[in-house]
């Protein structure tokens, strides 16, 4: 832990997936709450300054992401950057991507108590497992939203109406989050 928060590491899909509800203004998307608000004074956050490329090349277009990214880059004030670029030899040999492999290598150099990646639909949520020097550090976004809702960080209803709004619009795995559920928010 660094200044009295637990250090969390994330990639770049965390930011803008907790940033996305705060900026899209249709019906479906639950309002109330700011899920990246809640993780920025949860947590001592993290990322590569790949992240932050990755956040700052979403802008510019005027959709949903773009917007996202905006908001992201108007929180970075609050994520603590490290250019580790010429600290490891490029992307991990498991196929993951640049902010992945950043990211990985960044949560053992810290010795994070957390790495949260949305690549639990993937076989690279195995990959980064396998980065991480065998610690049981790896979390997933929904999990980090149930974590908040048991910890009164966010309201449970609105967690609930988040993870329903994430699988209707990101395609998240409805068998996952409602395992999730059943464990931390039923």
């Known amino acids: 832990m660094m200044g009295g928060h637990a250090v969390c590491v994330v990639d770049t899909n965390v930011l803008l997936n907790l940033a996305t509800p705060v900026v899209d203004d249709r019906s479906s ?3 109330d709450a700011d899920p990246l608000k809640a993780l920025l004074v949860t947590y001592d956050v ?3 300054a790949s992240v932050l490329g990755e956040i700052t090349d979403a802008t510019g277009s005027g959709d949903l992401l ?10 970075s004030r609050h994520l603590t950057t490290h250019d580790v670029e010429g600290q490891i030899d490029g992307p991990l040999e498991y196929g993951l991507d640049q902010g992945e492999s950043e990211g990985s290598w960044l949560a053992n150099d810290l010795d994070a108590d957390l790495f949260v990646t949305d690549e639990f639909n993937s076989t690279n949520y195995l990959f980064v497992n396998l980065a991480l020097d065998d610690r049981n550090i790896l979390f997933t976004t ?3 939203l149930c974590t908040f809702a048991t910890a009164d960080v966010l309201a449970p209803e609105y967690v609930d109406a988040v993870l329903t709004y994430y ?3 990101k395609g998240w795995d409805q ?3 409602s395992q999730l559920r059943r464990r931390y928010i039923s």
Request: zero cysteines; a negative charge.
């Open 142 to 144: 929904p999990h980090i």
């Open 175 to 177: 068998q996952y989050v």
């Open 46 to 48: 993290h990322v590569p």
């Open 29 to 31: 998307a639950p309002s």
């Open 66 to 75: 773009s917007a996202a990214a905006d908001l992201v880059l108007q929180a």
């Open 167 to 169: 699988i209707e619009t």
